[in-house]
C-alpha cells in the first residue's frame, strides 16, 4: 500500500471515529446537538478556521475522487514488478539483462541436483527439492536412501560441493544452502561364500 493510500485511509478512520463518538453521545443523551452545531459554527465565524476546513475538505474530496477512480489502476512499473515477483516465487529464477530475460525454472535447477546425485554409487534413491525466495536464494534439500557402509560425513561433503559447482556451471546460479536428509539406510545382503577348497575323495 502506498504512503499517499495510507494517509488517507487513516483520515477517514478518524473522521469515522470523531462521528462515531459524536453519535453515541447524542444518542445516550450526554451532550445536545444544540451544543455540538454551536460549537461548529462559532469554529466556522473564525476566518482561520474556516479558511482550513475549506482547504482540508477540498484536499479530502480530492482524495477521495483519486481512491475511488484511480487506485484500480495499476502502473506498468508494478505489474512488471509483480510479473517479476511471481516468477521468482513461482517457477524459476529470473535473471535480466540489457539483452532480455532468462527465466531459469526450478526443476532445471533440481534435474540438476539428481544428475549429480545419480553419479554417486552409494546412494539408492534421492529426492530433491528446490526453495527459492524473494532475494533469489537458492536452497536445496536432498533426501537420501544410501547403502550401508556408506561413510557420511562424506558423503555429504562432496554431494554439497558437487551440486553447488555443477548448478554454477551451468546456469551461473549461486546455491546458499544444500541441505542433506538421510531417510533410511540400506542393508545390502552379502553374497554367501564360495567354498574354493574340493572335498577330499
Do not use: C, H
Not at 502506498?2 to 447524542?26: G, H, P, Q
Not at 478556521?49 to 477521495?64: A, D, E, G, H, K
Not at 545419480?118 to 527439492?129: E, L, P, V
Not at 531417510?183 to 553374497?191: A, F, M, Y
Amino acid at each position: 500500500m502506498k504512503i499517499i493510500d495510507r494517509i488517507i485511509l487513516y483520515i477517514y478512520s478518524l473522521i469515522i471515529l470523531i462521528e462515531s463518538i459524536i453519535t453515541i453521545l447524542l444518542i445516550f443523551g450526554w451532550a445536545k446537538i444544540e451544543s455540538i452545531v454551536y460549537l461548529i459554527t462559532d469554529m466556522l465565524n473564525n476566518v482561520t478556521v474556516y479558511n482550513t476546513v475549506f482547504v482540508i475538505s477540498v484536499i479530502l474530496i480530492i482524495l477521495s475522487i483519486k481512491a475511488m477512480l484511480f487506485n484500480n489502476f495499476k502502473s506498468n512499473e508494478t505489474m512488471e514488478a509483480e510479473v517479476k515477483r511471481k516468477d521468482k516465487m513461482g517457477e524459476g529464477v529470473l535473471i535480466e539483462n540489457e539483452d532480455g530475460k532468462l527465466l531459469i525454472s526450478k526443476d532445471t535447477i533440481e534435474r540438476l541436483a539428481n544428475s549429480v546425485v545419480r553419479n554417486f554409487s552409494n546412494i539408492q534413491d534421492a529426492r530433491t527439492k528446490v526453495l527459492i525466495d524473494d532475494n533469489n536464494k537458492i536452497a536445496i534439500i536432498v533426501e537420501l536412501q544410501i547403502l550401508q557402509n556408506t561413510v557420511i560425513k562424506d558423503l555429504n561433503a562432496n554431494l554439497q560441493s558437487r551440486i553447488k559447482e555443477v548448478i554454477k556451471q551451468a546456469t551461473d546460479l549461486e546455491v546458499n544452502e544444500v541441505n542433506v536428509k538421510i531417510k533410511n539406510i540400506i542393508n545390502v545382503p552379502q553374497k554367501p561364500q564360495e567354498n574354493d577348497d574340493e572335498d577330499e575323495e
